[in-house]
């Protein structure tokens, strides 16, 4: 394949269901790719099951177990823009229960595995070996910006469903009412940031970042198990996004013969998402 054209010929002639996009190839050797990040709410599943039994089935998501990716993104985004600098930063819904990030700033193309890996590892909480190294302002900004989000979908989940979790962190002598405002003493200002991020620093998949032939599927590609598209998610759109509500490709067919718009919710949704990719 030599040019656009080409392309879009092997495209219209073999109808993938989904495109992989690696790293550019020279003489089969990489010579660069967009700075990529994968965040799957398998890895949440340990803290997950404080919140929901989501982690019982295959691909399910629901309310309480989608605000780890939501933070994820809050934390990473901030992170890559604030720390690093980029600015041209894509997020898309994977299609099952994750959530991808390309980096298409040109200077994050050349990074090598090194850099990718020093990248991945400044931004993960599960290596901090003591109390010591969470006093950074990485962690304490983190902190911050995530407590709200923790405070109005998941603590009051995890003191009704999973008590046990809190007790290294909370007094537990204390009435369940009163443990948040506990945590906001300020002598226990650790216990509240250990606490927080426990549940939702990002927790990457190192490999899908740090190796630069790694494939990752191509925003608005079909996810082959759910059927649902891979939507762009703009930053605005974190708090209220459903990926449960995102149109499968079944749903797409299906309206094709229809011609109310009232019955055509899937294809509005899909395009208003092809709309805010470009306005990105
Ligand atoms: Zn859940």
Not at 20 to 30: P, V, W
Not at 125 to 138: A, G, R, Y
Not at 163 to 170: A, D, W
Request: hydrophobic letters at 40%; charged letters at 25%; aromatic letters at 12%.
């Amino acid at each position: 394949m030599s040019s656009v054209y080409d392309w879009k010929r092997d495209v219209q002639r073999l109808l993938p269901m989904r495109l992989e996009i690696g790293g550019l190839l020279s003489d089969d050797k990489t010579v660069g790719r967009e700075l990529i990040f994968d965040l799957d709410l398998n890895s949440y599943d340990d803290v997950r099951r404080d919140v929901c039994d989501c982690h019982q089935g295959e691909g399910r998501i629901c309310h309480y177990c989608w605000t780890f990716m939501i933070a994820g993104m809050t934390a990473v985004d901030t992170i890559l823009r604030d720390d690093f600098g980029f600015q041209r930063i894509l997020w898309t819904y994977s299609g099952r229960r994750g959530v991808h990030a390309w980096v298409m700033d040109e200077r994050a193309f050349g990074l090598s595995s090194v850099a990718r890996q020093a990248i991945v590892q400044y931004m993960s909480f599960s290596s901090l070996k003591n109390n010591k190294e969470i006093d950074h302002p990485v962690w304490k900004r983190m902190s911050r910006q995530l407590k709200n989000l923790f405070k109005t979908r998941l603590f009051r989940r995890i003191q009704e469903r999973s008590p046990q979790s809190l007790v290294p962190f909370i007094d537990t002598n204390t009435l369940p009412k009163d443990r948040w405002v506990w945590l906001r003493w300020k002598r226990h200002v650790v216990d509240s940031l250990r606490l927080i991020l426990t549940y939702l620093a990002p927790r990457i998949d190192s490999p899908v970042t740090t190796g630069t032939s790694h494939l990752l599927k191509c925003p608005f590609s079909i996810h082959p198990s759910t059927g649902r598209i891979c939507f762009p998610l703009p930053p605005k759109q974190w708090n209220v996004f459903q990926p449960w509500t995102v149109p499968t490709l079944w749903q797409l067919w299906d309206e094709q013969n229809r011609t109310r718009a009232a019955d055509r919710i899937a294809t509005r949704r899909f395009i208003y998402a092809i709309s805010t990719l470009v306005s990105i």
